[in-house]
């Protein structure tokens, strides 16, 4: 990986090609003149030291991001960190870990069984950051226990090591008045969206609004069968300016908490 573009670019190849509603989408935005801005890539992982938020964010860092926000998400057992790109026109990078020694015992046990599989060799690899499911397969029956507790958890155990989302920032478009009305036409063209705590995230006060769609299913392999299980959403931020007239650049925690539900169908 020798530019920061071309990660990015593998990123979007293998986040847009599992979550075909994120290619449509983007596609029917293009169809109306849009030019479409990344606001923030999101990943997840778990909180091991072996591949927690310090080692995801190593290629971010190898291509001058830089650490600002911390972010605490007790409800979910969460943190997350963001990080930035001298070069604002760089999307802003969003990663979080669960933190699993605060989860059941049963939970810690399945989730460890897994992040040992995980080879020194697979996280020096250029292409760590994308490479998916690093384990062999659970059983639909360990997926179904660890989303009772944790639908993260479930999800990371699944989907591994890749974008969990994209985010368009609406700022950058020119052809929608404001959010509420980018979100009927995004649902007027067949996308449900999430609507865990209202479909808008957060208010101009708090300076940031963010929505997104519900995560798409998608047939993945299990250890002793294939099932339909929630992949990837796509994400929306409209962002407001400061007192010193620059855009908010952070994350409100109460609204990503609510944003982490797009890949719950329980909830939906
Ligand atoms: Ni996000």
Request: net charge neutral; proline share 4%; glycine share 6%.
């Amino acid at each position: 990986m020798k530019t920061l573009n071309e990660l990015i670019n593998i990123l979007w190849e293998d986040y847009s090609s599992m979550n075909q509603q994120a290619k449509r989408i983007h596609e029917l935005l293009k169809a109306r003149g849009e030019n479409i801005i990344n606001d923030h890539i999101a990943f997840r992982t778990y909180n091991f030291p072996k591949i927690g938020v310090d080692v995801l964010a190593l290629p971010f860092k190898r291509f001058g991001y830089k650490a600002k926000g911390e972010y605490g998400f007790p409800d979910k057992k969460l943190y997350a960190r963001h990080y930035e790109h001298p070069d604002e026109r760089n999307p802003r990078i969003f990663i979080s870990e669960l933190k699993v020694q605060e989860c059941s015992k049963d939970l810690q046990k399945i989730v460890e069984g897994l992040a040992q599989q995980v080879t020194d060799k697979d996280v020096a690899d250029d292409r760590f950051i994308v490479s998916g499911r690093l384990w062999s397969p659970i059983s639909y029956k360990t997926y179904l226990k660890l989303k009772e507790e944790s639908e993260y958890a479930a999800w990371m155990a699944v989907f591994g090591f890749r974008a969990n989302h994209f985010t368009v920032l609406f700022n950058a478009l020119k052809t929608f008045k404001d959010l509420q009305e980018f979100n009927q036409v995004i649902k007027d063209s067949g996308y449900p969206l999430n609507s865990a705590g209202g479909e808008i995230k957060g208010t101009p006060q708090d300076l940031l609004e963010q929505s997104s769609t519900l995560a798409h299913s998608v047939e993945v392999e299990f250890s002793e069968s294939r099932e339909t299980v929630p992949a990837c959403y796509y994400e929306f931020a409209r962002r407001y300016p400061k007192a010193d007239g620059k855009l908010f650049s952070g994350f409100i925690s109460q609204s990503a908490d609510k944003i982490f539900e797009s890949t719950d169908n329980k909830k939906s």
